[in-house]
């Protein structure tokens, strides 16, 4: 795969975007993109951002958009981080607070809902 | 929580108009209090239970000046200590007063003076009817880089809405660097214009006999009230432009250092940065971080400015300066100090700049923006 594009796929019946290494104000457009047509595959998405080894700001402009549009779909954001780069922003920001974050794609996918999650 | 955006220049500070010159003595204050040789109790009075409901702002009670003692509205002040027994008394009745009136109290002071406040209070407490301690901030990692410590005010300010809050912060000690000492001269200028008055009493301790002489003169410019010998006074040599960056010009990078433009693709910024700073002796997780920041003002080029940037790095005394340079003009003052809101789609950029270096020096005006970025080198 292309280092530098986004791939969108389908796993285990969720839709599933696979990062780019680098991520910053000149593809953060093309992230958008992707992530608005996973959205159309399902509420829930998953962004794997594990081979990613840079994230800047915008970047995470562009995820937490696509969190919003998913809680209103009544889905979530399900982010892998495996990077220090992409683990260090996410903290820097305080971002993490608001996603669902796993650190390897297996884990992602068998995630429950929350809602299920938290029921006994 | 929203951003504060008010601009640059910024406007005059609210103390130079709302400190009433000589505050008359009022009916309700037992006159022998004002007497000379009281107790050293006392000298932040105004917060005390009685005067406050629960600590809650009502109209104008807060913001009313320390009616007994002669001197202005202890609101943001320079504290000149001469002695560890002054620093104490003084500190720590502040605190003690905060905390008596129920008031949220944070402490931003280097850890042996933290100790100092903490033995004081300790002393205190037996009998006493403090309700809580301070929250305490290691001043020398908060303020490391001094644009961090208003962020961490307002995030305090943010925990308790509504309330009085009382802080106590010691950003300069004898071993900054001329750099630094700029910045937290510019930082003590800043506190003035980014909170309300009645919303927080400043105290900030300098350690009159250990400090240069230049910044014991810059703090009487950046604060409206000085405290000496426990007396509270209108700074004479306040203004609102004291600690202006603009007379603390960068010096010029060392001759032969290698310099990159760039324009449309952050990417060869964040690379050069990365080689450069490896090579000056920078090591991860560091490394990291500076790639981050670089990442973060080149992006600001492509998306502010319509021109090329340049980017030039290069080791000095135990750490690694990264200058960024471009057009831009960054019009608010308070800009990367204060935390965006988690779920916020924009607005972190420099505010993650100051978070990962530890000291960032900008300049900016109509002919464009410098930024130097330090890091120190490990060891």
Redesign the interface.
């Known amino acids: 795969l292309p280092a530098e594009s986004f791939e969108i796929s389908e796993v285990a019946g969720l839709p599933v975007v696979l990062a780019a290494e680098?991520i910053?104000?000149?593809n953060s457009g093309q992230f958008r993109q992707a992530l608005l047509a996973a959205a159309a595959l399902g509420p829930t998405i998953v962004v794997d951002l594990s081979r990613t080894e840079?994230c800047?700001?915008?970047g995470?402009?562009v995820l937490?958009?696509a969190?919003?549009r998913a809680r209103a779909d009544g889905g979530e954001l399900r982010l892998v981080v495996s990077t220090?780069?992409v683990r260090?922003?996410i903290a820097?920001?305080?971002?993490g607070?608001?996603f669902s974050i796993f650190p390897s794609l297996d884990q992602a996918l068998a995630s429950q809902p929350p809602e299920l999650a938290s029921s006994p | 929580m929203t951003c504060d955006t008010r601009q640059f220049p910024a406007r005059r500070p609210t103390y130079a108009s709302t400190i009433p010159a000589r505050p008359a003595a009022p009916g309700k204050i037992a006159p022998q209090r004002k007497l000379a040789g009281m107790q050293p109790r006392g000298v932040f009075p105004g917060t005390g239970p009685g005067d406050q409901a629960g600590g809650r702002l009502s109209s104008g009670v807060a913001s009313a000046p320390p009616t007994w003692l002669h001197g202005p509205d202890p609101g943001h002040v320079a504290f000149f200590y001469d002695s560890q027994r002054d620093y104490a008394d003084v500190t720590g009745d502040f605190v003690r007063a905060g905390l008596d009136a129920g008031d949220p109290v944070m402490v931003a002071v280097p850890p042996a003076n933290a100790e100092i406040i903490s033995e004081y209070l300790g002393g205190q407490a037996e009998g006493a009817a403090f309700r809580d301690i301070p929250v305490f901030e290691d001043m020398t990692v908060l303020g490391r880089n001094p644009a961090r410590i208003i962020a961490a005010l307002y995030a305090f300010a943010d925990k308790h809405p509504g309330q009085l809050l009382h802080y106590v912060g010691e950003p300069a000690w004898s071993s900054r660097t001329q750099s630094e000492r700029a910045e937290v001269m510019w930082h003590e200028q800043l506190l003035n214009v980014a909170f309300d008055h009645e919303r927080i009493r400043i105290l900030c301790p300098y350690d009159a006999a250990g400090l240069e002489r230049e910044v014991l003169v810059q703090a009487e410019g950046t604060h409206p009230v000085l405290m000496r010998n426990r007396h509270l006074e209108h700074s004479p040599e306040f203004s609102p432009h004291a600690g202006s960056l603009d007379d603390a010009p960068l010096t010029s990078p060392p001759a032969a250092v290698p310099l990159l433009t760039y324009r449309?693709?952050?990417?060869t910024a964040?690379e050069f940065a990365r080689r450069q700073a490896q090579a000056a002796g920078l090591t991860?997780?560091r490394l990291?971080?500076l790639?981050?920041a670089v990442?973060?003002l080149a992006?600001n080029t492509?998306?502010h400015t319509k021109s090329d940037g340049t980017i030039q790095v290069w080791a000095d005394s135990g750490e690694v300066i990264c200058e960024v340079r471009d057009h831009g003009y960054i019009r608010d003052a308070l800009a990367g100090r204060r935390?965006?809101p988690?779920?916020?789609?924009?607005g972190?950029?420099l505010?993650?700049v100051h978070?990962?270096c530890d000291l960032v020096e900008m300049r900016t005006g109509s002919r464009g923006t410098v930024f130097r970025l330090h890091m120190a080198l490990p060891g």
């Open positions: 680098e910053d104000v000149a840079f800047d700001s915008s995470l402009s937490v958009r969190l919003r220090h780069a260090r922003i820097v920001t305080g971002v607070t608001i | 449309d693709d952050p990417r964040r991860e997780p990291t971080d790639v981050i990442g973060e992006a492509l998306r935390c965006p988690a779920d916020a789609a924009g972190h950029g505010w993650v978070q990962v």
